[in-house]
């Protein structure tokens, strides 16, 4: 009796470790992914919903649990990241001024939007006038990286040599700009859009983003092709990556919604963190088919940095290399 008693309590420690095991797993990564993280490089951190939520305006932050610690943490031990927001409202500067003002270390260098990767793109294939549908959230990188921005004016309709057309945040948008646009692309324009994502996290729920409304009206009007500048486009990615100094494979990119962070980690094979604070539930990430899933789901930013403090300080090995 006392033998099967000692077996039925070993099997039952047995199961309850292997229980545990797997929640363990599910909630922080197989020892695998746990690795990747402890080695990863530099991270790409989105803003709304992950690291702060706004108000619909996109005007003031509130910092999400944890996530103001992790940037202190990370720049502690040395790890570069920045945060990449397809949000256009601000200059990166500007987003920067407000992020520091929240309470975030970071600086200037430390975000990134869709103006910078678009900016890096046209310089690279020689674009020179650029049609601008947005604020000077757009029209400053652009201009800063010696691109004339032209704008959607009705004098300038019918004038050819427009080599782009960016859409992006630009609730001012009307029938007037939509003429004006669509005049530039039927005379040779490419367009792109900053963002294609319907909605962004906000602290009174989910908001309506704009470039995507503004680039499906022109797309439908002139039959033209729609090329994303932002996320999850590897032109963002590997604009994040140049800057921080790695390569995409070595960065770890955190973000909070299905169709943007995650489906750009896994086209520049980085590892792939989702939270669970934004616009996307723990169940819409599950329902990705298997390849394009997470390697990590967290409930927030906070768990993460928890996990980075748990895996303990991975600068070690990131300055072996
Ligand atoms: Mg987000």
Same mark, same amino acid.
């Given at each position: 009796?006392?033998?099967?008693?000692?077996?039925?309590?070993?099997?039952?420690?047995?199961?309850?470790?292997?229980?545990a095991?797997?929640?363990?797993e599910?909630a922080?990564?197989?020892?695998?992914v746990?690795?990747?993280?402890?080695?990863?490089?530099?991270?790409?951190?989105?803003?709304?919903?992950?690291?702060?939520?706004?108000?619909?305006?996109?005007?003031?932050?509130?910092?999400?649990?944890?996530?103001?610690?992790?940037?202190?943490?990370?720049a502690?031990?040395?790890?570069p990241?920045?945060?990449?927001?397809?949000?256009?409202?601000?200059?990166?500067?500007?987003?920067?001024?407000?992020?520091?003002?929240?309470?975030?270390?970071?600086?200037?260098?430390? @975000?990134?939007? &869709?103006?910078?990767? /678009?900016?890096?793109?046209? +310089? =690279? *294939?020689?674009?020179? $006038?650029?049609?601008? #549908?947005?604020?000077?959230?757009?029209?400053?990188?652009l201009?800063?990286?010696?691109?004339?921005?032209?704008?959607?004016?009705?004098e300038?309709?019918?004038?050819?040599?427009?080599?782009a057309?960016?859409a992006?945040?630009?609730?001012?948008?009307?029938?007037?700009?939509?003429?004006?646009?669509?005049?530039?692309?039927?005379?040779?324009?490419?367009?792109?859009?900053?963002?294609?994502?319907?909605?962004f996290?906000?602290?009174?729920?989910?908001?309506?983003?704009?470039?995507?409304?503004?680039?499906?009206?022109?797309?439908?009007?002139?039959?033209?092709?729609?090329?994303? @500048?932002?996320? &999850?486009?590897?032109? /963002?990615?590997?604009?994040? +990556? =140049? *800057?921080l100094?790695? $390569?995409?494979?070595? #960065?770890?990119?955190?973000?909070?919604?299905?169709?943007?962070?995650?489906?750009?980690?896994?086209?520049?094979?980085?590892?792939?963190?989702?939270?669970?604070?934004?616009v996307?539930?723990?169940?819409?990430?599950?329902?990705?088919?298997?390849?394009?899933?997470?390697?990590?789901?967290?409930?927030?930013?906070?768990?993460?940095?928890?996990?980075c403090?748990?895996?303990?300080?991975?600068?070690?090995?990131?300055?072996?290399?």
């Amino acid at each position: 009796m006392i033998v099967v008693s000692c077996m039925r309590q070993t099997d039952r420690e047995h199961h309850d470790h292997e229980a545990a095991r797997h929640s363990h797993e599910a909630a922080w990564g197989s020892p695998q992914v746990r690795e990747r993280l402890r080695t990863t490089r530099a991270f790409v951190l989105d803003l709304d919903g992950t690291l702060v939520l706004t108000d619909r305006t996109n005007s003031s932050y509130i910092p999400l649990p944890g996530a103001i610690a992790l940037t202190r943490w990370l720049a502690s031990r040395g790890v570069p990241f920045v945060m990449f927001t397809n949000g256009t409202t601000k200059t990166p500067h500007a987003y920067a001024r407000t992020l520091a003002e929240t309470g975030f270390t970071l600086n200037e260098a430390s @975000v990134m939007t &869709p103006a910078v990767s /678009a900016a890096e793109l046209f +310089a =690279r *294939r020689g674009y020179r $006038r650029v049609m601008v #549908l947005g604020n000077d959230g757009l029209t400053g990188p652009l201009r800063a990286a010696g691109i004339e921005v032209v704008p959607p004016a009705r004098e300038q309709a019918g004038r050819a040599g427009v080599d782009a057309v960016l859409a992006g945040w630009y609730r001012e948008f009307s029938m007037d700009t939509l003429e004006v646009a669509c005049d530039a692309v039927w005379q040779g324009a490419r367009l792109f859009s900053c963002s294609q994502s319907v909605f962004f996290a906000t602290a009174d729920g989910k908001a309506l983003g704009t470039s995507r409304a503004i680039s499906a009206m022109i797309r439908s009007i002139t039959g033209c092709r729609i090329e994303v @500048v932002g996320k &999850p486009s590897l032109h /963002a990615l590997r604009s994040a +990556a =140049r *800057r921080l100094g790695v $390569r995409p494979a070595e #960065l770890a990119v955190v973000g909070d919604d299905p169709e943007l962070e995650v489906p750009m980690a896994h086209r520049g094979g980085a590892l792939a963190v989702a939270v669970g604070t934004g616009v996307g539930t723990t169940s819409a990430f599950a329902r990705l088919p298997r390849a394009r899933r997470p390697h990590l789901m967290m409930a927030g930013i906070g768990d993460l940095l928890d996990l980075c403090q748990e895996l303990g300080d991975p600068t070690r090995d990131r300055r072996k290399s």
